[in-house]
């Protein structure tokens, strides 16, 4: 018994439906995208980390921003990150 698959999506102009076959419709590309998130939030995290380690050593002036921006910039960054990993490697492409 073959099910019946409906795809709700604009296509774009010129691209039949028919063309989309289930393993076109199958295909995950997210695996990449995982990896490549990973790997910038351990990016982000040894360079934040090396970054307060340098004001700290050259014990320069810290004023109210550099507590409040860098870690909430940090925050903001790695949150979006995981957004897009889990928006994009659980959802097929």
């Known amino acids: 018994m073959q099910a019946n698959i409906v795809v709700e999506m604009s296509l774009p102009p010129g691209v039949d439906p028919s063309m989309l076959t289930l393993d076109y419709l199958s295909e995950n590309k997210g695996e990449p995208l995982y990896h ?3 790997v910038f939030i351990v990016l982000q995290t ?3 980390t ?3 380690i340098s004001r700290y050593i050259n014990s320069s002036t810290k004023g109210w921003d550099f ?6 910039a ?12 889990r928006k994009h490697t659980v959802s097929i492409h």
Do not use: E
């Open 50 to 52: 090396l970054f307060f």
């Open 67 to 72: 507590w409040v921006f860098i870690p909430v």
């Open 36 to 38: 490549v998130s990973i």
């Open 46 to 48: 040894i360079f934040i």
């Open 74 to 85: 940090y925050i903001v960054c790695t949150a979006q990150t995981i957004i897009g990993i």
